[in-house]
């Protein structure tokens, strides 16, 4: 089992950044692929971006490419996700999820992804 917690969420007005971050714990030696997904208030969860643990690649939604940026810290089991010039669009819970090798052969959906954390809330102001 992975557990995951995000945090650095909050307020920030438009044009601004903030910094999320998700630590992973249990067995993390399993996990293939992290991600980053949202949630507005009234929608679906949506995917933002992923990345593989080794380093190989990154995904981002069209949406928040050339914004936002995925990265991790291996030696602090870390996963973060810089996002810069924020918009009112970006207000949504942030969730972090792992999807461990094997589990799913693409990374975009929610049904890809085995475990969750409990999202951190991120409100741009206009």
């Known amino acids: 089992q992975v557990q995951l917690v995000e945090s650095g969420g909050g307020l920030v007005q438009a044009g601004g950044s903030l910094r999320l971050s998700c630590a992973a714990s249990g067995r993390t030696s399993s996990t293939y692929v992290m991600g980053w997904f949202r949630q507005a208030p009234g929608k679906e969860r949506e995917f933002v971006a992923a990345?593989?643990?080794?380093?190989?690649?990154?995904y981002y939604a069209d949406s928040v490419k050339g914004r936002f940026t995925i990265s991790r810290d291996n030696a602090k089991n870390t996963v973060y996700l810089q996002m810069n010039s924020l918009e009112p669009e970006d207000t949504a819970v942030y969730y972090c999820?792992?999807?461990?090798?094997?589990?799913?052969?693409?990374?975009?959906?929610?049904?890809?992804?085995?475990?969750w954390g409990q999202g951190t809330q991120v409100t741009v102001s206009s």
């Open positions: 999820a792992a999807s461990p090798r094997g589990y799913s052969a693409s990374y975009y959906q929610t049904e890809d992804y085995a475990h």
């Open positions: 990345m593989s643990m080794s380093g190989g690649w990154t």
